[in-house]
């Protein structure tokens, strides 16, 4: 159970940690780097290699701006690509969420909502989940207690105005 994840910058780590937390409570071995498709794409291949030959599952691959990153990532393997559009330029990652779900035919990158990386988390869980029981198991029980909570929460509503 392994998932790549990779931002394009340093400054998008705070918005990545979220995906990198939910990953590591279910068990999952997570590859971390920092590797820009345009500033460091002799790097970036190599570790995409490395994915491709060490068990991983799905990547995970962050960037924001022109967001190249999930596109190269994406063409260079045939494993699962989420992408998570970052926020920080002048269109607040609007300009990174249409590079990211742009791609072109044959070449696809699942995408989240920008700054999602939580959601890209649960999106590679539920992907691992066709093959290992146990983190469907555990995306199973959380979904019961999510419900659980949003059912208290109507409760109270409830007992609050009626």
Known sequence: MRVAVIM????????????????????????????????????????????????TDVIIAAAGMAAALPGVVASQTVLPVIGVPISGSNLEGMDALLSIVQMPPGIPVATVAINGSKNAAYLALQIMAIKYEEIKAKLLDERVDMEKKAMAANEEVIAKYN
């Open 8 to 55: 394009g910058s340093t400054s998008d780590l705070p918005k990545v940690e979220p995906a990198i937390d939910v990953l590591k409570s279910y068990g999952v071995t997570v590859d971390v780097r920092c590797l820009s498709a345009h500033r460091a794409h002799a790097g970036l291949s190599s570790f995409i290699e490395e994915a491709n030959n060490n068990g």
